[in-house]
C-alpha cells in the first residue's frame, strides 16, 4: 500500500485521518487515568512529610537556656526570701527573750533596797583577831565606804506616749545596751543642767527606743534616778549623720537627748 497522500484515494484518506483520531482518542483516555493516580502520590508524599516535621521538631538551645537561667533566678530569690524571713524570726525570737529579761532587771532595781555607804559590821576588823603589834594601826584606820551608784544617775526612763518603760546603765557600748537604756558616760544627771544624754537599741535587745520618731512636741519624758524622777517634754527631734557629735555637746540648762538608730532595721547599729 502506497504511503504518499497523492497516491491515495479520497476513500483511503478519510479511513487513515480516522484511525489518527482512534489513536489520539486512545492517548487521551490513558493519560486522563494516569493524572490523578500521580496527584494522589504526590499529595500522600506531602502529608508524610508534615507528619515527620510533626513527630520531629528542631530543638531550639536559646530558649532552653533562657528556660534554665530563669529556674536559677527564681530559686535564688526564693532562697534570699528564706534568709530574710529567717534573720527577721530570729530577732523577734531575741527582742521578746531581752524583753522578759530586762523586765525582770527592772523589778528587781525598783524593789532593791538602797545600798549602804559604809562598810557592813561583818566586815569591820575585830580586834579579838588582831595580833597585838598591830591593834594599835588598826584601830586607827578609819573604814572606807564601799563605792556605790551614784544617787543622781538616771537609772529609768518612762515614755507613756510610746509606751517605753525601761532600765537605764551606766555606758552606752555594745555590751551595756543588750541591757537597756544608756546613759552617756560623762553627760548630765537627772535634773542638772548639761546635756543628758541616753541611747537605745531600736531593732534589737528589746527594740527600746523602735517608735522614739512617733513622739509628738511636748510627749512626756520621765528620768528617775535613785533620790527623785525628772519630767523633761519634747521640743524637736531629727534625723542626723552617724558622725554629727554636736548633739552631744553640753547645754546651759538641762536638756535631754535621746539617740537611737535610723531607719528601723538598719541591722544592728
Request: charged share 20%; proline share 6%.
Given at each position: 500500500?502506497?504511503?504518499?497522500?497523492?497516491?491515495?484515494?479520497?476513500e483511503?484518506?478519510?479511513?487513515?485521518?480516522?484511525?489518527?483520531?482512534?489513536?489520539?482518542?486512545?492517548?487521551?483516555?490513558?493519560n486522563?487515568?494516569?493524572?490523578?493516580?500521580?496527584?494522589?502520590?504526590?499529595?500522600?508524599?506531602?502529608?508524610?512529610?508534615?507528619?515527620?516535621?510533626?513527630?520531629?521538631?528542631?530543638?531550639?538551645?536559646?530558649?532552653?537556656?533562657?528556660?534554665?537561667?530563669?529556674?536559677?533566678e527564681?530559686?535564688?530569690?526564693?532562697?534570699?526570701?528564706?534568709?530574710?524571713?529567717?534573720v527577721?524570726?530570729?530577732?523577734?525570737?531575741?527582742?521578746?527573750?531581752?524583753?522578759?529579761?530586762?523586765?525582770?532587771?527592772?523589778?528587781?532595781?525598783?524593789?532593791?533596797?538602797?545600798?549602804?555607804?559604809?562598810?557592813?559590821?561583818?566586815s569591820?576588823?575585830?580586834?579579838?583577831?588582831?595580833?597585838?603589834?598591830?591593834?594599835?594601826?588598826?584601830?586607827?584606820?578609819?573604814?572606807?565606804?564601799?563605792?556605790?551608784?551614784?544617787?543622781q544617775?538616771?537609772?529609768?526612763?518612762?515614755?507613756?506616749a510610746?509606751?517605753?518603760?525601761?532600765?537605764?546603765?551606766?555606758?552606752?557600748?555594745?555590751?551595756?545596751?543588750?541591757?537597756?537604756?544608756?546613759h552617756?558616760?560623762?553627760?548630765?544627771?537627772?535634773g542638772?543642767?548639761?546635756?543628758?544624754i541616753?541611747?537605745?537599741h531600736d531593732?534589737?535587745?528589746?527594740?527600746?527606743?523602735?517608735n522614739?520618731?512617733?513622739?509628738?512636741?511636748?510627749?512626756?519624758?520621765?528620768?528617775?534616778?535613785?533620790?527623785?524622777?525628772?519630767?523633761?517634754?519634747?521640743?524637736?527631734?531629727?534625723?542626723?549623720?552617724?558622725t554629727?557629735?554636736?548633739?552631744?555637746?553640753?547645754t546651759?540648762?538641762p536638756?535631754?537627748?535621746?539617740?537611737?538608730?535610723?531607719?528601723?532595721?538598719?541591722?544592728?547599729?
Open positions: 500500500m502506497s504511503t504518499d497522500p497523492h497516491d491515495l484515494s479520497i483511503e484518506l478519510e479511513r487513515l485521518l480516522e484511525d489518527k483520531r482512534k489513536q489520539q482518542r486512545a492517548r487521551n483516555r490513558f486522563t487515568r494516569l493524572t490523578p493516580k500521580r496527584n494522589l502520590v504526590e499529595q500522600g508524599a506531602q502529608k508524610v512529610a508534615a507528619v515527620g516535621t510533626q513527630h520531629k521538631p528542631s530543638v531550639n538551645l536559646t530558649r532552653v537556656g533562657n528556660r534554665v537561667l530563669l529556674a536559677v527564681v530559686c535564688a530569690l526564693l532562697g534570699l526570701v528564706l534568709v530574710v524571713v529567717a527577721f524570726l530570729q530577732l523577734q525570737t531575741l527582742n521578746q527573750e531581752t524583753q522578759q529579761v530586762q523586765a525582770q532587771a527592772r523589778t528587781q532595781a525598783n524593789s532593791a533596797p538602797v545600798a549602804q555607804e559604809t562598810l557592813p559590821a561583818a569591820q576588823p575585830s580586834s579579838s583577831f588582831t595580833p597585838e603589834r598591830f591593834k594599835g594601826t588598826l584601830q586607827q584606820v578609819v573604814p572606807v565606804a564601799i563605792p556605790t551608784p551614784g544617787p544617775q538616771p537609772i529609768r526612763i518612762v515614755i507613756p510610746i509606751k517605753v518603760d525601761a532600765i537605764v546603765v551606766e555606758g552606752d557600748d555594745w555590751e551595756a545596751l543588750k541591757k537597756g537604756a544608756g552617756h558616760v560623762g553627760s548630765a544627771n537627772p542638772q543642767r548639761g546635756n543628758l541616753i541611747s537605745g531593732d534589737v535587745f528589746g527594740e527600746i527606743f523602735r522614739l520618731g512617733d513622739l509628738k512636741a511636748d510627749d512626756e519624758v520621765v528620768i528617775y534616778s535613785q533620790e527623785a524622777k525628772f519630767t523633761y517634754k519634747v521640743k524637736n527631734k531629727r534625723v542626723v549623720e552617724a554629727e557629735v554636736s548633739v552631744l555637746q553640753q546651759t540648762e536638756t535631754l537627748t535621746l539617740i537611737t538608730c535610723y531607719p528601723y532595721l538598719v541591722l544592728l547599729c
